[in-house]
């Protein structure tokens, strides 16, 4: 229910704010993830909130910071559930060709797995740079749609597991 919520007042902020809108914009995002490494081959659906700005680092291509919040995973094998979220913070460089924005995404990300049984749980944490490739396609002057690809891998204790993400997300300006 919270996340139709927050899809539809995204969807709602984006016709109704004014064209002239700031730097920040919101999003909300569905994410495909593969997560693998070490015997673990999963995939699941999530979702995803971001929140950026725009900053002119270089006159030659755009520049946006942007901090997200993801649920990758929640899944229940054979009685254990198995949650994976990440916080990312990262850099975007971009070029506009009229509606279309491709962009390079580097991110410092932090990344958990817990497994929990009973009232028992194990957690595993790491810190990573990721990368991605995308494109923000604008729908109007206050609300744009984006398509990513994005892939991170995190080692704790030798353990090696690659993430990789699709997203498609819905976007405004605030």
């Known amino acids: 229910m919270f996340k139709k919520l927050l899809i539809a007042s995204v969807l709602a902020g984006g016709c109704v704010l004014p064209s002239a809108a700031s730097d920040y914009y919101l999003g909300v995002s569905f994410v495909d993830s593969e997560i693998s490494g070490d015997g673990i081959d999963l995939e699941d659906d999530g979702y995803a909130i971001t929140i950026g700005r725009s ?9 946006a910071l ?6 990758l995973q929640k899944m229940n094998i054979d009685g254990v559930e198995l949650t994976t979220e990440t916080m990312d913070l990262s850099l975007l460089v971009s070029n506009d060709y009229g509606r279309f924005s491709p962009f ?19 957690k595993s944490d790491d810190k990573t740079m990721t990368y991605g490739l995308g494109v923000d396609y604008a729908v109007n002057d206050s609300s744009f749609i984006r398509l990513e690809l994005t892939d991170g891998e995190y080692s704790e204790n030798g353990s090696d597991v690659d993430v990789e993400t699709t997203r498609f997300g819905v976007f405004t300006k605030f």
């Open 55 to 63: 900053i002119g680092i270089s006159s030659a291509v755009d520049t």
């Open 66 to 71: 942007e901090f997200s919040i993801a649920n």
């Open 104 to 122: 390079v995404r580097f991110a410092f990300s932090d990344g958990e797995i817990e497994a929990s049984v009973g009232g028992a749980s194990v």
